[in-house]
């Protein structure tokens, strides 16, 4: 996984947190945390990492189970591998007992992959991150949505008790 996230971040032209074992141990073992995650991995032939993807369970709010993608990254943008993490989030969310599979942001790559599903989608209406940049050019850049990757796990979504 570091050697993934290593060559993934050197490639990276979008804003995004940063991932490391460490942290993400932190961030979806959180003491107290009654939501489950399983971890996905996508290997090539030859066993190198080409994606992962990391789905929440959450426990049944009236009646209801839901599971999230909280996390997806590929080392390239092929669908093949987009396809097969979801195909395998779908697997873990139906084992999990949940009713819904969410999958929130994301950047366009990966949405089209989604859209190939015909899921079930919503706009919402306001960008999902607040922020102000001081300098005007950079505010003007990150008001673009190819500049963020967008997911639960970038914002706070993933880390509610």
């Known amino acids: 996984f570091a050697a993934f996230w290593a060559t993934r971040a050197q490639s990276a032209t979008a804003l995004f947190a ?11 073992q959180a003491p107290g945390s009654t939501k489950l995650a399983t971890v996905l991995a996508c290997r090539k032939a030859d ?16 009646g209801l189970q839901r599971s999230i993608v909280a996390d997806l990254m590929t080392a390239s943008d092929d669908p093949t591998i987009i396809d097969a ?23 366009s790559e990966i949405r089209a992959v989604l859209r190939r599903w015909r899921p079930y989608a919503r706009q919402y209406p306001a960008c999902p991150y607040f922020f102000k940049a001081l300098d005007a050019a950079l505010q003007k850049h990150l008001s673009t949505p190819d500049a963020w990757y967008a997911c639960p796990y970038d914002g706070d979504a993933t880390l509610w008790p």
């Open 18 to 28: 940063k991932r490391a074992p460490e942290i993400m141990r932190w961030h979806f």
């Open 85 to 107: 993490l979801i195909a395998a989030a779908y697997r873990a969310a139906r084992r999990a007992g949940s009713a819904v599979l969410e999958v929130l942001g994301y950047p």
């Open 47 to 62: 066993g190198v990492l080409a994606g992962y993807a990391i789905v929440r369970h959450e426990p049944a709010k009236d």
